[in-house]
């Protein structure tokens, strides 16, 4: 089975860097997603992750422990903008992909 | 420019009849989805295809037809609309399947409401 674990919400302050954790276990595993969400829109992409490491994409990072079943996606510079949900997805055998549950980032003035 | 398109955005049905949600895209991808996505339980996946004509069940399938009979088509159809199908749902693309990595990318979403 697959399961994947983010926290449900969590606040921050502009300007600040925020870490949104996921965890997983998966029957297999063939990657790793990040997915930006705004209220009522279509995800976006951020950021695959598929070999241990950190990878950096501006404002934007995403690391992957693939012995851990651990990823996080760092925010830094937070603005306003950024306020929406982040869902991790994991590819797991067979190409399979399930996304977590969303954590909802909320960041304010 | 390379896009998902859905069709409607919004739908309010009554229980029982018929309807299809289209989906297009123009990025000659292969691999299609369909997923809903309900508060508290995130996006879960209805039926994927890998290429024309070649389909198979998601996570959540009861309820729910799909056909791949061209590959920028691939349109969701339930037969006979419940309440408990009332969600938002989104059609995805991608040139291939996840297990290459390639991001998948999302149409705007249909809002449907089975009352």
Request: charged content about 20%; overall charge neutral; some cysteine.
């Amino acid at each position: 089975g697959q399961n994947i674990d983010q926290p449900t919400e969590m606040t921050a302050t502009e300007g600040a860097i925020v870490q949104i954790n996921c965890t997983y276990q998966t029957s297999g595993f063939n990657g790793l997603f990040w997915y930006q969400q705004h209220a009522g829109e279509a995800p976006t992409f951020l950021s695959y992750n598929v070999l241990d490491g950190l990878e950096e994409k501006g404002r934007f990072s995403s690391f992957l422990s693939r012995s851990k079943g651990y990823s996080y996606l760092l925010l830094k510079e937070l603005q306003m903008k950024d306020s929406a949900s982040y869902l991790c997805a994991v590819i797991g055998g067979y190409s399979t992909l399930t996304f977590g549950k969303g954590t909802m980032l909320l960041v304010s003035p | 420019e390379a896009q998902v398109t859905q069709n409607p955005r919004y739908l309010i049905t009554v229980t029982g009849k018929k309807l299809t949600v289209t989906c297009s895209q123009n990025m000659n991808h292969e691999y299609m989805s369909w997923y809903r996505q309900d508060p508290g339980l995130g996006l879960r996946q209805i039926y994927y295809s890998m290429n024309v004509e070649v389909t198979d069940k998601g996570d959540v399938p009861e309820g729910y037809k799909v056909s791949r009979k061209e590959k920028r088509n691939f349109p969701l159809i339930l037969e006979s609309p419940s309440p408990n199908q009332t969600s938002l749902y989104f059609c995805a693309s991608s040139a291939r399947d996840s297990g290459g990595g390639d991001t998948q990318y999302f149409g705007p979403g249909t809002r449907l409401t089975v009352l």
